[in-house]
């Protein structure tokens, strides 16, 4: 399932396109997908349906109740996979549940502009065929509470930005010195989790790599 229920503030554009390369994929690889932005959905009846919950852009609070955020949590519990891309990491920021499951929470991020981002883990089918630096435009996402638990396989390159954004980056990034993490993958609580804070810009999900890549 793709839910795409935002909460109030900044909804990201991308999303409907997001939708459309997913759909796009089940049509290619033989999978079925059901779109919603409808928190009701999050029922544990309703979600055994599921492989997986994919999250696009999501933001903010994108339940209604705690009964939902139940639901989910079950979900994940029960050996369910969740797919979150782009600032997924700035969905439900004030539950500590959700924020681990994800791997932390949205701090800041670089304006867009082009940098470079470093392959870490070669071996992971979500690098296939992406070069070991891959020079893109997007937004530079920095997080929060970071969960240790998870697997770094991307990793934004720091050293790629101007001048004037490296004061702000050096207070963002913590204990990280070159690199910062961009994507990653983690199984927790049962069940298992891949994040990607890249995908900013809507024509990305219609760029081979970058579909390749989720």
């Known amino acids: 399932m793709v839910y795409t229920k935002n909460g109030k503030g900044f909804v990201h554009d991308n ?10 994929l089940a049509r290619e690889h033989g999978f079925k997908v059901d779109v919603s932005d409808n928190p009701k959905v999050m029922t544990e009846e309703n ?25 989910f949590r079950r979900y994940v519990e029960a050996g369910g996979g969740f797919v979150g891309l782009h600032s997924v990491t700035g969905t ?44 893109r435009n997007d937004e530079c996402y920095f997080t929060k509470e970071m969960y240790p638990g998870i697997t770094v396989t991307m990793a934004h390159d720091l050293n790629d930005f101007e001048e004037e954004q490296q004061e702000e980056i050096r207070k963002r990034s913590g204990s990280f010195a070159n690199y910062f993490p961009a994507v990653w993958y983690q199984h927790f609580d049962g069940g298992t ?15 081979p790599m970058h579909v390749q890549h989720i």
């Not at 994919?54 to 955020?69: E, G, K, W």
């Not at 670089?110 to 979500?126: G, N, Y």
């Open 92 to 135: 439900e920021r004030n539950w500590r549940w959700f924020k681990m499951m994800v791997g932390g929470t949205f701090d800041w991020h670089v304006p867009f502009m082009p940098f470079k981002v470093k392959v870490l883990k070669p071996d992971h089918p979500t690098v296939k065929g992406i070069p070991k630096v891959w020079e």
């Open 47 to 71: 979600l055994k349906k599921y492989t997986l919950l994919l999250f696009p852009s999501t933001n903010n609070d994108v339940f209604n109740t705690n009964a939902q955020r139940l639901a």
């Open 193 to 207: 989790v891949w994040i990607t804070t890249l995908g900013h810009a809507k024509e990305d999900y219609e760029d």
């Open 15 to 24: 999303i409907p396109s997001a939708v459309a390369s997913i759909e796009k």
